[in-house]
């Protein structure tokens, strides 16, 4: 809803304190910035933080959540040329982490500003629902890849370069699995037993139960019948001191190298051979925006429109939009399984 420059918005007024909907001034996209009609928003536990303990977030009020699928109403000047035009349905990765909750770039509300470099146009083939499960998985996924020194070009098969994926049901998961497979990774992945299916459809070679009290020991086993090189891994939930025995293995003289998207305390275990980097994107804008143009843009944009990417995990809809997102949120912190959550708007 939105009217005479207002619209409504799921607004933190205090830290710690509950969203409240209420109506707020819409703004007029910048430089290299998208003014989006929110059509859904999916939720990520990064919001749960923001809500609870004002992680990354500056001041307040503030507007919190990044994952999107909506409608591009105005651009403003200096969009890339390639950027998604004015009328075209989208995904996009709002910029509230790096604007820390600036109120203009969280994810809920009906109107929100976008960096053109973290938007993509969406085939008719998926709805704004699957649009909005995509950005915080993407952007994720491909931050982890820079972060320890992934080439965007991938890997020959004839490498045999494995990649271990650790909570591959989780939505980054999801998402890891997918890019590593278009890479040219072998894929070793953990999720419960229930969804290894799922997860080999999406692209692993192997999956593990990560509750088997074995599982270091049969990934390692595995990848070396293979004849693979594992000494690369994405930990998406969990698992840590796990993937640092399986990585450790195959280190040979050089290092192995893990990518951690929950945040490394300054407690974390370590391992000698393997270096460990949480997931972070270029610091500079400039650099941010080419990273993010590259997978949003050139990357997710043309296998969205193949197939060869699909949405992933399974959406579940909260009803009652902006009015349920405490809801939504609290549902989500007490645990989903392979399941996104999402609000319509």
């Known amino acids: 809803m939105s009217s005479s420059g207002q619209h409504l918005a799921a607004v933190i007024t205090a830290k710690g304190s509950r969203f409240v909907v209420q109506h707020r001034p819409t703004p007029e996209p910048g430089p290299g910035e998208l003014l989006l009609e929110v059509k859904s928003v999916a939720l990520n536990p990064l919001d749960i933080l923001q809500r609870d303990v004002g992680f990354v977030v500056g001041s307040y009020p503030a507007v919190v959540a990044s994952d999107v699928g909506g409608i591009v109403l105005k651009a ?20 509230n982490f790096y604007s820390q909750a600036s109120p203009n770039y969280g994810a809920l509300q009906t109107r929100v500003l976008v960096r053109a470099s973290m938007a993509c146009a969406i085939p008719d083939g998926v709805s704004s629902n699957e649009a909005a499960t995509l950005p915080m998985q993407v952007g994720t996924t491909w931050s982890g890849f820079y972060s320890i020194g992934i080439p965007r070009s991938g890997f020959e098969a004839s490498a045999k370069q494995g990649l271990l994926v650790w909570g591959a049901a989780s939505s980054v998961g999801c998402g890891v699995v997918q890019a590593a497979k278009s890479l040219g990774f072998i894929v070793y992945a953990t999720a419960s037993e229930k969804h290894h299916g799922y997860i080999k459809k999406l692209g692993a ?12 020991e049969r990934i390692v086993k595995a990848a070396k019948q293979d004849g693979v090189t594992l000494n690369m891994g994405y930990t998406a939930v969990g698992g840590l001191e796990e993937c640092q025995a399986i990585l450790k293995e195959f280190k040979g003289k050089g290092t192995s190298k893990l990518a951690s998207a929950p945040p490394l305390q300054p407690d974390a275990p370590t391992a000698e051979g393997v270096k460990q980097k949480f997931v972070l994107a270029p610091d500079a804008e400039e650099a941010r925006d080419e990273h993010f143009h590259f997978a949003f843009i050139e990357w997710l944009q043309p296998k969205l429109a193949s197939g060869e990417y699909l949405p992933s995990p399974q959406i579940k809809v909260v009803d009652g939009g902006l009015e349920s997102a405490n809801k939504a949120l609290d549902e989500l912190k007490a645990g989903v399984s392979a399941t996104k959550l999402v609000l319509e708007l």
């Open 76 to 95: 403003g000047p200096s969009v890339p040329p390639d950027a998604p035009k004015v009328g075209s349905r989208v995904t996009a990765f709002a910029n």
């Open 205 to 216: 070679h192997h999956v593990f139960d990560y509750k088997s009290k074995d599982v270091v």
